[in-house]
């Protein structure tokens, strides 16, 4: 007679056969959509230099270049940018991230496109050097890593895209926790587990892909358990502040609100005098300004994005700053020294890049993104061979 305990697991154990093969094929390419265009995006910021150096590399120096141009960049950029693209209305200018480089210029998103133009300019030389529109669907080397961004983030389809990427990050978790699950040993050993963690050679195809589909999915399931919760948190934005926020204390960042007073207009003010007041709040060299918002007469306050030493996002930073006209502080977002809750908000972005755990991590997430691929080919294979037996 059979025992009811065993034959409820092993019911259980079809239904989570079930549940992981048909998710899988159903959810499949969309994992791996997101898997081949992640492993480029690791590396995002060196190819898009490498496809664009006019733009993203060092620029050799200027010979009609005078201290009084490369102390007021930002002055000299807005200039060059009115004359070479007039009518058009700045909204947020980039720092190079390698010295020497064109700043970049980032227009608001426009209403009916939903892109956003770049210029570059060169601000030392005063050369305006060309523009893309960001979120435009093309693949020439100016587009080719922002539309892969797109991509990968939104499905080239706004928030509707991001919310189904946020559920394909959700369905990866389960996924790599169902298949932990299926695999684990009954009766857990040295050797049970050197069975399930290799691959045996000299097997049948099903048996070698078989062996393949579980020992890569345990190898990376560690990987897969980090890189589905973040990308699921960072979809799910505002849902995972307020999980966290239940749990640890969280500071807001608060909203800008209109000046009882209103200011100069945007072009009117000395903005390259305010990054030095931004990085002059802290220690003499621990800090350097990223990106600028140019203020609006309506609000009488700029922000400013940069980036400490010691911060886990190495790009732009996650120190955020508020200054009026004068140069004062009116609000600060300090990564290094916040609640605790924002210090896993902070954390949450570098760590699904990989740049938060240094070249290793990198190489590992480039890596991993090739998994779905594989997970998804040898078990289409299974099932098919599957059925196959049964025909």
Same mark, same amino acid.
Request: proline share 6%; aromatic share 8%.
């Given at each position: ?26 959810? &499949?390419? /969309? #994992?791996?959509? *997101? !898997? %081949? @265009? =992640?492993?480029? $995006?690791?590396?995002? +910021? ?122 394909? &990050?959700? /369905? #990866?978790?389960? *996924? !790599? %926790? @169902? =298949?932990?699950? $299926?695999?684990?040993? +009954? ?122 030493? &010691? ?5 732009? !930073?996650?120190?955020?700053?508020? $200054? ?68």
């Amino acid at each position: 007679m059979q025992n009811p305990a065993r034959a409820r697991r092993w019911n259980a154990r079809k239904l989570w056969v079930w549940l992981h093969r048909w998710v899988s094929l159903a959810a &499949g390419l /969309l #994992l791996v959509l *997101l !898997g %081949l @265009s =992640g492993s480029a $995006l690791v590396w995002r +910021a060196e190819l898009d230099a490498m496809l664009n150096p006019a733009w993203l590399q060092a620029r050799p120096a200027c010979a009609t270049a005078e201290t009084a141009q490369e102390a007021e960049p930002i002055r000299r950029v807005l200039q060059r940018l009115a004359e070479h693209a007039p009518g058009r209305k700045p909204a947020l200018i980039v720092a190079p991230a390698q010295p020497g480089a064109a700043y970049q210029v980032w227009e608001r998103r426009d209403p009916q496109t939903g892109w956003r133009r770049e210029h570059f300019i060169d601000a030392r030389c005063g050369l305006y050097l060309g523009h893309r529109d960001r979120g435009a669907v093309r693949w020439d080397a100016a587009h080719l890593m922002p539309t892969l961004f797109e991509l990968h983030r939104y499905l080239l389809s706004g928030d509707r895209g991001e919310t189904v990427v946020g559920i394909g &990050g959700m /369905l #990866l978790l389960g *996924l !790599g %926790l @169902s =298949g932990i699950w $299926l695999a684990w040993p +009954a009766r857990p050993s040295w050797r049970s587990w050197r069975q399930v963690l290799s691959v045996k050679t000299g097997a049948s195809a099903a048996r070698t892909w078989f062996d393949v589909h579980r020992a890569v999915g345990l190898w990376m399931a560690p990987v897969l358990i980090v890189l589905s919760l973040t990308g699921a948190a960072l979809a799910f934005g505002d849902s995972t502040r307020a999980l966290v926020g239940s749990v640890l204390p969280v500071q807001s960042w608060p909203k800008l609100k209109p000046s009882a007073q209103p200011a100069a207009a945007s072009t009117d003010w000395d903005y390259d005098t305010l990054t030095r007041a931004a990085e002059a709040q802290f220690p003499a060299g621990q800090a350097r300004w990223t990106r600028i918002t140019l203020a609006k007469a309506s609000e009488g306050q700029t922000e400013l994005r940069l980036l400490q030493q &010691g911060e886990w996002r190495k790009d732009t !930073g996650s120190t955020r700053l508020r $200054l009026n006209l004068q140069g004062q502080p009116q609000a600060m977002h300090d990564p290094l020294h916040t609640a605790a809750g924002n210090q896993v908000l902070d954390f949450i972005y570098p760590l699904h890049k990989g740049e938060a755990l240094g070249l290793g991590a990198r190489l590992l997430w480039t890596l991993f993104g090739l998994v779905p691929a594989i997970l998804l080919g040898s078990g289409v294979f299974l099932w098919l061979r599957r059925r196959a037996a049964r025909a």
